[in-house]
Nanobody, 126 residues
Framework: QVQLVESGGGSVQAGGSLTLSCVAS?????????MGWFRQSPGREREGVAV???????TYEESVKGRFTISRDDAKTTMSLEMSSLKVEDTAIYYC???????????????????WGQGTQVTVSA
């Protein structure tokens, strides 16, 4: 089992920046081969925003490329998402997620992830 705890959400004006952090409980490193951020807003499905494998491969959802940066420190079992040039449409609950390696498909697919945090609200106002 992996427990994930997010922090860093909040409210910001459009064009501003926020950094989200996620701490994973220690355990089998294979369970955190993939770590990533997902978001969900009312009436929409949960979508992958950015993920990073323990091999260092990063994958971003198209709309956040160039604005969001994911990083992880496996020694500290932490992960961050630096968000800049935020837009109103970035408003959502953001979830930290972790999962083992699996072959095939997009790393942004939520079905890959077995462990989820409780979520943190990000609100971007015009």
């Amino acid at each position: 089992q992996v427990q994930l705890v997010e922090s860093g959400g909040g409210s910001v004006q459009a064009g501003g920046s926020l950094t989200l952090s996620c701490v994973a409980s220690s355990g089998n490193p294979s369970n955190t081969y993939y770590m990533g951020w997902f978001r969900q807003s009312p009436g929409r499905e949960r979508e992958g925003v950015a993920v990073m494998s323990s091999a260092g491969v990063k994958t971003y959802e198209e709309s956040v490329k160039g604005r969001f940066t994911i990083s992880r420190d496996d020694a500290k079992t932490t992960m961050s998402l630096e968000m800049s040039s935020l837009k109103v449409e970035d408003t959502a609950i953001y979830y930290c997620a972790a999962g083992p390696y699996s072959f095939g498909g997009s790393p942004l697919a939520a079905r890959r992830y077995h462990y989820w945090g409780q979520g943190t609200q990000v609100t971007v106002s015009a």
